[in-house]
Structures are given as structure tokens and as C-alpha cells.
């Protein structure tokens, strides 16, 4: 039985850091896990750091849409996580910033790009969903 340690927003945090966690349970921490993994800019931007690493003007660029704000917010949580890595050259003048994915952030572009190819490929019958059901809301009233 784990030992509960401490109490956080998402719920108890165990002492046991190999625990794989349970999504369905209610207080489990996975859950903040899949919220990150699953924000649309943390898929794009995991899958353009897949790629190479970046700077942040660079990264900001290759991800259209992106603002500065929500860029920083995404890369500071998938810092904060460990699946991205930030690296300051010092040496350089100016200091220049580099992103890029840790071993851990490496294990999850696999399946990030498995739903990045699911959404290119099957948008037109999601539109066509799309479509057909709000025309059967239209005709319902």
C-alpha cells in the first residue's frame, strides 16, 4: 500500500515514484500527464523539436499560430516534466536559448505522431461529421 507523503491541487502524491498511476482514478497525477501530452501546442511542439532542436524564435516559426505566451507556457511545462530540455549557451553573445526533447520526450513522439497522421489523414470525414451533424441540428430547430 503506498504511503501518502503530501497532498497537491491534483491529489495525494505517494511515495513511490515507479507507481504507473491509474487514469481513471480520479486523484491520479497521470491526469495532469495526459492534459500536457494532449494540448494541441504541446503535440506540435514536441513533434518540431522531434525533428531537431530549436531556438525559441525558431520554434515559434515552425508552430504557426502559436503566441509567445502560450509558446513559454508549453515549454515551461514540458520542462517542468522532464520531456523537454532547456539549454542556455552562456558562451555565446548573446546567450542563446536551445530547446529540445529529453530521452523521456523522446518516448512519446511515437504516439503523438500516430494521432498527428490520424488528424491529417481522416479531416475530411470528420468534416463531413461535422457537416452532417449540424445539419441535423439545423433541421431539429
Same mark, same amino acid.
Given at each position: 500500500m503506498d504511503t501518502i507523503s503530501e497532498s $497537491? !491541487? !491534483?491529489g +495525494? /502524491? &505517494?511515495?513511490h515514484d515507479d507507481d504507473p498511476g491509474d487514469a481513471y482514478c480520479? &486523484?491520479?497525477q497521470c491526469r495532469d500527464v495526459l492534459d500536457? /501530452? *494532449?494540448s494541441k501546442w504541446s503535440v @506540435? /511542439?514536441? *513533434?518540431r523539436l522531434q525533428?531537431? $532542436?530549436h531556438r525559441f524564435g525558431e520554434l515559434k516559426r515552425a508552430v504557426p499560430g502559436i503566441t509567445q505566451k502560450m509558446l513559454t507556457q508549453t515549454l515551461r511545462r514540458l520542462e517542468h516534466d522532464g520531456l523537454v530540455r532547456r539549454e542556455v549557451l552562456g558562451h555565446m553573445r548573446p546567450p542563446r536559448v536551445e530547446y529540445s526533447l529529453t530521452d523521456l520526450g523522446v518516448t512519446i $513522439?511515437? +504516439?503523438l505522431e500516430a494521432i498527428r497522421v490520424w488528424s491529417e489523414q481522416y479531416l475530411p470525414q470528420v468534416r463531413a461529421a461535422r457537416r452532417d451533424f449540424e445539419a441535423a441540428e439545423r !433541421? @431539429? *430547430?
Open positions: $497537491t !491541487a !491534483a +495525494p /502524491v &505517494t511515495d480520479e &486523484t491520479c500536457l /501530452v *494532449g @506540435l /511542439v514536441i *513533434g525533428e531537431r $532542436t $513522439t511515437e +504516439p !433541421a @431539429l *430547430g
